[in-house]
Every structure is written in C-alpha cells, then in structure tokens.
C-alpha cells in the first residue's frame, strides 16, 4: 500500500499533525463567535458527559472551555507529539462538544475533529519500539474513520431508497427524490439561488443527488486506492460546497479535515489519467470482472 | 504492533455496536458520541412540518405572532437545531395520549409564562405539483406552562 519509505511518510505525518492542532486553533476562533452564553444561561439537556455540570451556568462553561482549548492548542503547535497535552485536549474537547449539544439537539459537524484528536493520542512518542510503523497505522484509522462516515451516509441513503421504492411513491430512485429533499428543507431556511434552480430543473439534480450517493457509498473503498485519495478529498469538498450553495447546511470542520487527512494524504501517490480512471470504485470491478470472464472463456 | 494494526478493525466494531444500541435504545437516538451517520437517508413523501407561532416571551406581548426560529437572541439556539427541536416536540406529543404527561426539554426554550401555538403544514410531495396540496392545521397552545391541545381550546 506504501509507495513510500517508513521515515519518508512518518516525517510527512507528523507536519501534517502539528499544522492539524493549528487548524484547531482557527476552527476554536470561528466558535469564539458563535457560544453566544451568558452568565444566566444554562443547559436545557445536558448529554451524558455535561451531567455533573448542569448547576453551572453556560458562560462560565464556554470560558472555562475555549481557555484551556485556546492553551492546550496553542502549546500543541509548538509541541505536536506531547502525551499529557495529547489527552488532555482530547478530554476537554469531548466535553466542549457535549456541552454544545446539550441544548436539545446533537449537532453532528465536529464528530470528525473529535474522531480525529482521539486517533492522534495514539500517535507514539519518538524512540518508542516501532513508533514509525505505529504512527504510520494510526494516520491511517483517522483517514479510515472519516471516509467511513461518508460511506455510512450513503449507505443508509442507498438502504432507504430500497426500502422507499418498495413502500413509498417517492424514493431515491425516483426523479422528485432531491427536488423533495430541497423542498424540506426550504421550509427553515431561505431558499439559495442555486437552489431554487434545481427545484426547477429536478431531473438534473437527480442526476448529481445520485452522483454524490456514489461518491459517499464508495469513500471507505478509497482508503485502499492511494492514488486516489487527493481526488476523493477534492470530491468531498465539493460535495460539502454543493451542500452549502444548494441545502444551506454547513459543516465547516469537516473540510478541514478532509483537506488534512485525503488532500494533504501521505500515502498518495500519482497515476496517469487512464489508471487513475480505471481504478475508481466500480469501473475497477467492473474491469476485473469483464477480464475474469474473458480468461474463463 | 498487534494492537496498532487491528486497532481499526475493533475500533470499526465497537463504534457500530454503540450505534446501533444507540439508535434502537435511546430516547436521543444516539449515546454521543457515537453516531450512524444517516443524514438526509430518507426521502420526503408527505411532508409533515411543524412549526410554532409565539404570541408572548415571559411576560412579554409580541405586538405580532413571531416564528420562533426568529427569536434567537431570547433561546440563542441555531436555525437547524432548533427546527429539528420543534419537530420532536409534535412527534412526542402525538405519541402520547395526556399532553401533560410531556417530559421533554421544548418547554424550557423559552422563559417561563412564554404563550405560543404549534401548527403543521401538510404537503403532498408525490405530486409534481405540489404547492396545490399545502394545507396548515393548529395542532395545540401552550399557556402558563400549559399544554392546552386545539380540539380542548376551541
């Protein structure tokens, strides 16, 4: 799988790390501006980790959070590999996203930056036995987890739309599918000239709807193609820039780390525009298999 | 080594089982922060879209019904969030028989005394012309903490 010697793609890692922690410090900026809490607020529906907490008004919870968030950063850009700093981030930050979902909803758009600091205390320090090949491994579960998740969505979307075209008028399958998704959601938010294109045109949004299922559902199979890993994450950008243009929804960590994690992917490795074409999911099986059954015959 | 190289696969394994007894045993759907990632899975038939009119903040008269996705510097609650909250808030009440049995958190959005109406809107969309199927119903009101349901106020 590895074009690359242990050392080359270790040292790759490890600025791709320290540049990460970074990163974390600007999305913590962005949430500066939107923990809007004061003194007499509270949490409404504290999850699991925020119960112990629930006596404490919510401004003095986002202080306490975006300081210690703000420091533990700020010295983890200056020292990427440091255990303690490594847990200790990973802690607060699980509990600064229970914190902000303990108003009456889950908001699921920082699930990958937790994923992704939860992989990297795995991270070994320098010197320890095989910490090369170790932290080699541990990179790729976080690319793993967050090409996962993408798979999950399009699973599911896959599942329900055979579910759907058996019971239902309207599924995945049927032209209305995405023109129906755009309606439901222009009933919270102002419809996006983009948007409004599409409920006009459904037939070509379907055609792309469908196009994004596949990008989603084949994202875990990427994990075993290096070459096209950059491709992949330009793809999921994209897909996360149609959402915002046409759906209005944002998930602006999750760019973040697709950037990180796939466009940024130590492990790629460049192919010539017909390999690169013929190894992406589905046309690859479908090759092997056209040249199975012509070996057969 | 060992660790490290089926890390994935066990660390894939237990996610999936937390999931899953999440979604099938939970109120939230969920044991955060372990999620199925099924955004956007289901495709919309017949839509069904609850949403709530305020007519008072606290001891406060609105001078006009006010949607209380628009009321964000009283419950400071993002736009979606707070949509999905409405939503649960008709689909628990429909589920039980005695509306004042509602144990869920919809009734701390707002400040104590708050008055305000959940409606639905209904609409058709199988058809293609689907803004000829709108309908809007009041389902309840809520009054001094009350809940007081359509067929009870009228």
């Not at chain 2, 008269?61 to 993002?78: A, C, F, M």
């Amino acid at each position: 799988m590895f074009s690359k010697s242990n050392e080359e793609l270790y040292n790759e890692i490890m600025t791709i790390v320290k540049f990460s922690y970074l990163f974390f410090l600007l999305v913590l900026f962005v949430q500066l501006f939107a923990d809007n809490h004061d003194a007499n607020s509270y949490m409404i529906d504290p999850l699991w980790p925020m119960k112990p907490f629930t006596s404490i008004p919510a401004g003095y919870l986002v202080l306490f959070f975006q300081l210690n968030l703000f420091m533990s950063f700020l010295l983890l850009c200056f020292k990427p590999n440091h255990k303690f700093l490594k847990v200790y981030v990973f802690i607060i930050y699980f509990l600064y996203m229970a914190f902000n979902n303990s108003f009456g909803k889950i908001n699921h758009g920082q699930y990958l930056a937790l994923m992704m600091l939860f992989c990297f205390m795995f991270i070994p320090t320098k010197g320890k036995k095989d910490y090369q090949e170790k932290t080699i491994f541990t990179f790729a579960t976080a690319q793993f987890f967050l090409l996962m998740a993408y798979s999950l969505t399009g699973a599911w979307k896959l599942l329900w739309g055979i579910i759907e075209f058996f019971t239902k008028e309207i599924s995945l399958f049927s032209p209305l599918s995405f023109r129906n998704v755009i309606i439901t959601q222009y009933q919270f938010v102002e419809p996006t000239i983009i948007g409004a294109w599409f409920l006009e045109h459904y037939y070509i949004g379907w055609v792309m709807y469908l196009t994004v299922v596949y990008i989603e559902i084949c994202s875990v199979f990427i994990f075993f193609k290096p070459n096209l890993h950059k491709i992949w994450g330009a793809l999921l950008l994209s897909l996360h820039l149609g959402i915002h243009f046409i759906l209005q929804v944002n998930m602006f960590t999750a760019p973040l780390f697709i950037g990180l994690l796939l466009i940024m992917s130590p492990f790629y490795y460049k192919t010539n525009f017909k390999t690169t074409l013929l190894s992406l999911p589905v046309v690859f099986e479908t090759r092997l298999l056209f040249q199975k059954l012509r070996n057969n015959n | 080594m060992k660790i490290y190289k089926n890390f994935v696969v066990f660390w894939a394994i237990f996610f999936f089982a937390i999931a899953i007894i999440g979604r099938v045993f939970t109120y939230k759907k969920e044991i955060y922060p372990f999620f199925r990632w099924s955004l956007y899975s289901k495709t919309p038939n017949n839509l069904v879209f609850p949403y709530v009119l305020v007519n008072k903040v606290g001891d406060s008269v609105l001078p006009k019904q006010t949607n209380i996705l628009d009321l964000y510097t009283i419950h400071n609650l993002g736009l979606t969030d707070l949509n999905l909250m409405v939503n649960n808030f008709y689909h628990d009440l429909e589920e039980i028989n005695n509306k004042d049995d509602y144990q869920g958190v919809f009734l701390k959005v707002l400040p104590k005394n708050s008055e305000f109406t959940l409606y639905i809107k209904k609409i058709d969309l199988s058809k293609e012309d689907y803004k000829s199927t709108e309908t809007h119903h009041q389902v309840l009101t809520v009054k001094n903490n009350k809940i007081i349901p359509f067929e009870r106020n009228n």
